[in-house]
């Protein structure tokens, strides 16, 4: 590895600029002495050319020297960090600089514009999850609403029923509320690190709302639930943990058959809490099950129009911020179960 040179570029133009004026200096003082002591310039003296010929020639080996050495170690690498920049004002966030540079400033500078292109590829990671995740969970909340509308247009029905889709719906106006900012943060979990908040809340209690919201759903394709949902007191992130909830349970509507069974049981012990969501609906093959966490990925091509592949996705990395695990179990007819763990974190923190 190279030695550095530790200083700073201001004294190594100041060092540079003083050498030239003193190689300067110093071969006019020189040339001026030879010329009057050895009266160079006399037409009688043979050969009187020489001595400046020498001294003009070793002045322009030093001048080239020094010319070299300043576009060499400074003025490349700066011209090297001008046309990276460029690139970066282009959009495009995966060039770097090699950081093994001479010069300690340089190397310094290049580390900088390294960091600095990391976090603005951070950020435009971020943006794009941001709004290609946002759009997908939208949907489901937003549908959900649209069906209680068409149900609150029947004129037959009673107050009581009335004032419950209407609370269902503001439930899913403050969900759409609360997914922007929700989103947003997962993806700075994901991206930058930031931490859980945790609170105490009734985790079954939780799933029942989940499950009276998505009721329009179930309801047009007539399931049957069976629910065991005993009283289970958690403490995690109360508004991620819910859309872990929608997203295992609106999937599992989707692909269930007309006239089927889901069944949601919740277990807890010492460890964690257990919760597994079963449907008797297509399922899917192996290969299938062994990528659907991943984003943005479909196997059904009929059904691309329902979502763009990010729900199960966003589901396992939430559980994995909890320091839990998600797995599925699926055959082709024979339905798929979710089974996902989580631990009791604040029991081991």
Same mark, same amino acid.
């Given at each position: ?89 282009? %959009? ?5 600089? *090699?950081?093994?540079?001479? &010069?300690? @400033?340089?190397?310094?500078? !290049?580390?900088?514009? $390294? ?120 403490? %995690? ?5 819910? *859309?872990?909830?929608?997203? &295992?349970? @609106?999937?599992?509507?989707? !692909?269930?058959?007309? $006239? ?90």
């Amino acid at each position: 590895m190279r030695k550095k040179f530790f200083s700073q570029l201001w004294i190594y133009f100041a060092g540079i600029t003083f050498l030239m004026m003193v190689v300067v200096l110093t071969v006019f003082v020189g040339l001026l002495f030879l010329v009057t002591h050895f009266e160079l310039l006399s037409p009688e003296r043979e050969g009187h050319l020489f001595p400046l010929y020498f001294i003009l020639f070793l002045s322009l080996i030093i001048g080239a020297t020094l010319s070299f050495f300043v576009g060499k170690r400074i003025l490349q690498p700066i011209g090297n960090l001008r046309q990276a920049m460029s690139k970066v004002a282009q %959009g495009d966030f995966t060039i770097q600089l *090699q950081e093994n540079q001479s &010069l300690e @400033d340089v190397d310094e500078l !290049y580390h900088a514009f $390294n960091v600095m292109v990391t976090e603005l590829n951070s950020i435009e990671t971020l943006r794009n999850d941001f709004v290609s995740t946002i759009s997908h969970e939208f949907k489901t909340p937003i549908a959900t609403i649209k069906g209680y509308v068409q149900l609150l247009q029947n004129e037959q029905l009673p107050p009581e029923e009335r004032q419950v889709y209407l609370e269902r719906m503001l439930d899913g106006t403050h969900q759409l509320t609360y997914l922007t900012d929700n989103v947003l943060k997962l993806s700075k979990l994901e991206n930058q690190g930031v931490g859980l908040d945790f609170q105490t809340f009734r985790l079954d209690e939780q799933i029942r709302e989940v499950i009276l919201f998505l009721q329009p759903k179930w309801e047009q394709l007539n399931l049957t639930l069976d629910l065991d949902l005993p009283r289970t007191i958690y403490i %995690g992130n109360e508004e991620f943990l819910y *859309q872990v909830w929608l997203n &295992l349970m @609106d999937n599992a509507i989707k !692909y269930s058959y007309k $006239n089927g069974n889901i069944h949601v049981h919740l277990t807890q012990n010492d460890q964690g809490v257990i919760l597994a969501i079963s449907d008797e609906g297509i399922g899917m093959t192996e290969e299938v099950a062994n990528r659907v966490f991943d984003k943005f990925y479909q196997s059904d091509t009929s059904r691309k129009r329902t979502g763009n592949g990010l729900g199960l996705a966003l589901a396992k990395q939430i559980v994995e911020l909890h320091q839990g695990t998600i797995e599925v179990k699926s055959s082709p007819d024979q339905g798929s179960q979710f089974k996902l763990f989580l631990p009791n974190i604040a029991k081991n923190s």
